[in-house]
């Protein structure tokens, strides 16, 4: 089983999407499980980060909070792969 816990994560969304931020950061912990689930070397070892940066993303206000979840949450698990890369 692979155990994964965020403390704290700081979303930084454009004003457009300020209504909506809440159900955002919800799809992306749902978009998090699925990919470590989908790939589960991402949990294989055991790290602990102070910090991870992820570029920024261009989002389409047009798309759902469920995609865009996802769009971020796949964009911290390639930010997730090249650390570990880097560390290898």
């Known amino acids: 089983m692979i155990d994964?816990?965020?403390?704290?994560?700081?979303l930084r969304l454009a004003p457009v999407f300020r209504d909506r931020a809440s159900a955002i950061a919800r799809e992306v912990g749902v978009g998090l499980r699925h990919q470590f689930a989908r790939d589960l070397a991402l949990g294989l070892r055991e790290t602990s980060l102070e910090n991870l940066d992820v570029p920024p993303l261009t989002l389409n206000p047009a798309l759902s909070d469920k995609r865009l979840g996802m769009q971020i949450a796949?964009?911290?698990c390639q930010q997730l792969r090249a650390r570990s890369a880097q560390e290898m």
């Open 4 to 10: 994964v816990s965020i403390g704290r994560m700081n």
């Open 74 to 76: 796949a964009a911290i």
